[in-house]
């Protein structure tokens, strides 16, 4: 299956079994995303399955994720969110979240994140 189709699997999924409306408003634009929005989308759709639907969301939304360790502590997010590869290289050098950052701008545009 195509990452694409996979991706538009999820975000239906995301939308139609596990958001609320001002979630879904947040996330199609129609209303502005809110840390208290990312936080809610995050926490629903953890463990449900919409893995590259949460990675869409925290590449769009860098500064909200950022507060989102932050309050969760690296060690925490690192075992909630990405596997244990990715888990070492993060809690070995709090470096690596500026080179994150610095990945998903180069990847997807300033301006688009």
Same mark, same amino acid.
């Given at each position: 299956?195509?990452? $694409?189709?996979?991706n538009?699997? @999820?975000?239906l999924?995301?939308?139609? +079994? %596990?958001?609320d409306?001002?979630?879904v408003?947040a996330i199609t634009?129609y209303?502005?995303?809110t840390?208290?929005a990312?936080? $809610?989308i995050?926490?629903k759709? @953890?463990?449900?399955g919409v893995n590259? +639907? %949460?990675?869409?969301?925290m590449s769009k939304?860098p500064d909200?994720?950022?507060?989102n360790v932050e309050?969760?502590g690296?060690?925490?997010y ?12 993060l809690?070995h050098?709090?470096?690596l979240?500026?080179?994150l ?7 997807y545009?300033?301006?688009n994140?």
């Amino acid at each position: 299956m195509k990452k $694409s189709k996979v991706n538009a699997e @999820e975000r239906l999924k995301a939308i139609i +079994f %596990l958001l609320d409306q001002d979630e879904v408003d947040a996330i199609t634009g129609y209303s502005p995303m809110t840390q208290q929005a990312f936080d $809610s989308i995050l926490e629903k759709c @953890e463990g449900q399955g919409v893995n590259n +639907f %949460l990675y869409e969301i925290m590449s769009k939304y860098p500064d909200y994720l950022k507060s989102n360790v932050e309050r969760l502590g690296i060690t925490e997010y690192t075992k909630r969110f990405l596997n244990n590869d990715e888990t070492e290289m993060l809690v070995h050098s709090e470096r690596l979240w500026d080179e994150l950052c610095d990945r998903l701008k180069n990847q997807y545009g300033v301006n688009n994140i």
